[in-house]
């Protein structure tokens, strides 16, 4: 299963397909990156998330601890060596003057963002991210994700 390079959909109809393009994304994200994850709720963005961290773990040489949505905290932060990880669900976000204080756009080459639910931002065209929209397909039966950097 290739990874993007450039813009292209892949399938992750199965938790393994998706555990496949966690590990191999891993290879092209080295710090200082937002990612943004658009989708449905229930279409496989945090599942992506865990198995990235957890790649990371492994690929460390760590533990590899049980990764959640923020749904209820909005942001959960994983230190994983040198690299650091936060990782937003702005699902709950009601009102665009509540992310003001999320500092979410904190530039730093050791610090990896991502966020779920990144239609809640706004003025994000300064913002170099590469965005993974997840969707169904096939009366639900299918997934894919379609990556843009």
Do not use: C
């Amino acid at each position: 299963m290739p990874i993007a390079i450039k813009d292209s959909k892949i399938d992750i109809t199965s938790e393994k397909l998706t555990k496949e393009l966690a590990k191999k994304f891993t290879n092209f994200i080295k710090g200082g990156e937002f990612i943004f994850l658009y989708g449905e709720m229930g279409v496989g963005k945090t599942t992506f998330v865990k198995y990235f961290i957890n790649e990371y773990q492994k690929i460390n040489n760590l533990t590899q601890t049980e990764i959640t949505s923020p749904t209820f905290s909005l942001l959960y932060e994983y230190q994983v060596k040198d690299i650091r990880i936060k990782h937003y669900d702005l699902f709950r976000i009601n009102r665009k003057d509540d992310i003001k204080n999320l500092d979410i756009f904190e530039k730093d080459n050791k610090l990896i963002t991502l966020i779920e639910w990144p239609q809640l931002l706004t003025n994000t065209q300064s913002i170099k991210s590469v965005d993974l929209t997840f969707s169904y397909s096939n009366d639900l039966n299918e997934r894919s994700v379609d990556i843009k950097v």
